[in-house]
C-alpha cells in the first residue's frame, strides 16, 4: 500500500514535472515577446485539440492582455491626444501670436533641436501663444506650446533652443503618457468598444483628457520627468551646436523674475524649485567643457522676437 | 549528451569571440535625421553619403567636434559629433501597439493615417477624434482653426539646413 501511493506519488509529481515543461517553454518565450509566443502555440496547435497547449493559450491570453494595456499607445493615437489637449491648451493659456514670421523662426529652432533628440522621426510643432504667464509645455506627440512672456524674456537662440530641446525631451520620452498610464487610464481605455465621442466611451476619454489637463497645466509631471527634460533640453541643444547653458540662464532669469509673476499655471508652479533645477543643470555643464565655443545667435533672435518685446503683446 | 552540451558551449564561445573583436574598434550609431558623411572636417565639403539613423560607424579619430568614420559598406568621411551616439537608436516607433482605433472602436480604418509618424514632418490637419472631441465640448471654432493652421504648417529639411548655415550653428560653424 505504501509502495503504491509512493508510485501514485511519483507518477504525479512526473505528471507535474511534463505540464510544467510543456508550460515553461511557452512561458519562458512569452517573457521575451508575447505575441510571438501566441502565434507560435496557434502554429503548434491551429485547431486546439490539446488541451495542455490550450491552456498555456488562455494563460498568455490574459497576460498578453495586461501587457498590452500596460505597453502603451501608437503614434496616431498619442498625436490624438496631443491634439486634444492642444485645443484646451490654447482656451487655457491664449491663442497664437499673429506673426507668421515668428511662428515659423519658433518651428525651424525646435525642429532643428528635435531632429538631434532620441525621438525624431515624428513631427514637432511649436506654438507661441499670446500669455503673460512664463510658461512652456508638451502635448503627447509632439505639439509644444511657449509663452510670449517665456520668449520674450529670453536673450538668444541658444535660451529659445535649450527651452524647446526640454518640451521634446517630455514628448520623446512620453512623460505625458507615462504619467496617465501610472494612473491606470489608458488600461481602461484599452477595454473601449465601439467609438462614440458622446457616449460612455466619450465621457471616459474625456475623463482621460481631463486628467491630463491636471497634470500638464496644474500639478506638474514628475520630479524626475523634469529633472530628465533639463538634461535632455541640454543635450539636444548641444547636439544641434547651440550653447547648453542657455537653459541656465533661462532659469536664472526665472528666479529673479519669480517673486513677481503669475505662479498658477507657470513653469514656476509645475516645474520643480528652480534653485534645485539650476543645481543639477550646472553640474551636468562638466559634460560640455567646449559649451562656450557653441552658437548662442542673439542678433537673430533678437530681430524674430521683437515682437515680443512690446508689452501689449505679453 | 556531451554533443548538446557541446553545441552551447560553441554559441557562448562565438559570441564572447564576436564581443572582443566588435569591442577593439569604437563604434557609434547615427541618431540624427539628415545626417551625411563629409570628405573633410566642414559641412562645406562634398557628401560622400547620406547616412539613415542607425547606421553604424566605426570611428578612427575625432577633432574639434568632428569624426573621421567609416561605414559598413566601407565608405571613410567626417561626421558632426552630435549626429552621432555611443548607443543605437530606438526606431520601431509603433511595432506591436495598440492605436486609437482599437482603444476606442472602429475608428482604425477610417482615421489611421499609414504615414503619420513618418519623417515627412506634414501633419494633414485636425484629426477627426480630436474634431469630434472639438464639437462634443463645445471648443471654438478659432481654437480648432488655429490646431489646424499649427498643424499644416510644413518644415522642409532643406530649410532647417540652410537656418543652420545662416546661424553658423554645429557643423555650419566657422
Not at chain 1, 220 to 225: N, R, S, V
Not at chain 1, 271 to 280: A, D, F, V, Y
Not at chain 2, 113 to 133: F, K, N
Request: charged share 25%.
Amino acid at each position: 500500500m505504501f509502495k503504491e501511493k509512493t508510485r501514485r506519488s511519483e507518477a504525479s509529481i512526473l505528471e507535474g514535472r511534463r505540464t510544467f515543461l510543456k508550460l515553461a517553454g511557452p512561458f519562458a518565450i512569452l517573457l521575451a515577446c508575447p505575441a510571438y509566443a501566441l502565434d507560435l502555440l496557434r502554429i503548434v496547435d491551429p485547431e486546439g485539440k490539446n488541451k495542455d497547449i490550450q491552456k498555456a493559450r488562455q494563460a498568455l491570453d490574459g497576460i498578453g492582455s495586461i501587457a498590452q494595456s500596460l505597453k502603451g499607445v501608437d503614434y496616431q493615437t498619442e498625436r490624438t491626444i496631443g491634439e486634444t489637449l492642444a485645443l484646451e491648451g490654447f482656451q487655457r493659456y491664449g491663442m497664437p501670436v499673429k506673426d507668421d514670421g515668428l511662428q515659423k523662426y519658433v518651428n525651424l529652432v525646435g525642429n532643428a533641436v528635435a531632429r538631434n533628440g532620441i525621438r525624431p522621426d515624428i513631427p514637432y510643432r511649436f506654438v507661441v501663444v499670446k500669455s503673460e504667464i512664463y510658461n512652456a509645455f508638451s502635448c503627447p506627440g509632439g505639439i509644444i506650446f511657449v509663452s510670449s512672456r517665456l520668449i520674450g524674456s529670453m536673450q538668444d537662440e541658444a535660451e529659445l533652443a535649450c527651452v524647446l530641446s526640454h518640451e521634446v525631451g517630455h514628448v520623446s520620452h512620453k512623460h505625458a503618457l507615462q504619467s496617465i498610464r501610472r494612473a491606470k487610464f489608458l488600461e481602461g481605455a484599452g477595454k473601449i468598444g465601439t467609438l462614440n465621442m458622446e457616449g460612455e466611451r466619450g465621457e471616459n476619454y474625456r475623463a482621460m483628457i481631463g486628467d491630463l489637463q491636471t497634470v500638464l497645466f496644474d500639478k506638474g509631471l514628475d520630479k524626475g520627468m523634469e529633472y530628465e527634460a533639463d538634461a535632455a533640453g541640454m543635450d539636444y541643444a548641444y547636439r544641434t551646436g547651440y550653447d547648453p547653458s542657455g537653459l541656465i540662464r533661462v532659469l536664472e532669469m526665472l528666479e529673479r523674475n519669480q517673486s513677481t509673476a503669475v505662479q498658477k499655471g507657470s513653469w514656476f508652479s509645475t516645474h520643480p524649485p528652480l534653485p534645485n533645477r539650476l543645481e543639477k543643470c550646472r553640474q551636468l555643464m562638466e559634460r560640455y567643457p567646449d559649451a562656450s565655443e557653441m552658437a548662442t545667435v542673439k542678433d537673430r533672435f533678437a530681430s524674430s522676437c521683437k515682437v515680443l518685446k512690446g508689452a501689449s503683446l505679453r | 549528451m556531451k554533443p548538446k552540451h557541446g553545441i552551447p558551449a560553441v554559441v557562448i564561445g562565438l559570441l564572447l569571440f564576436t564581443a572582443l573583436i566588435g569591442s577593439a574598434a569604437e563604434k557609434v550609431w547615427v541618431t540624427s535625421e539628415g545626417a551625411s558623411l563629409k570628405a573633410d572636417r566642414s559641412s562645406l565639403s562634398a557628401t560622400v553619403a547620406e547616412l539613415t539613423r542607425g547606421t553604424e560607424l566605426v570611428v578612427t579619430s575625432c577633432e574639434n567636434r568632428w569624426c573621421k568614420v567609416t561605414t559598413p559598406s566601407g565608405k571613410t568621411g567626417w561626421i558632426y559629433q552630435g549626429r552621432v551616439s555611443d548607443a543605437p537608436p530606438e526606431i520601431n516607433e509603433t511595432e506591436g501597439e495598440a492605436g486609437l482605433g482599437d482603444m476606442l472602436g472602429g475608428l482604425s480604418e477610417s482615421s489611421i493615417e499609414a504615414d503619420a509618424s513618418d519623417s515627412a514632418r506634414s501633419i494633414r490637419g485636425l484629426s477627426p477624434e480630436a474634431a469630434a472631441y472639438a464639437k462634443n465640448t463645445g471648443k471654438p471654432e478659432e481654437s480648432q482653426k488655429a490646431l489646424d493652421q499649427l498643424l499644416s504648417l510644413t518644415i522642409p529639411a532643406n530649410e532647417i539646413e540652410q537656418f543652420l548655415k545662416q546661424g553658423k550653428i554645429g557643423e555650419y560653424a566657422q
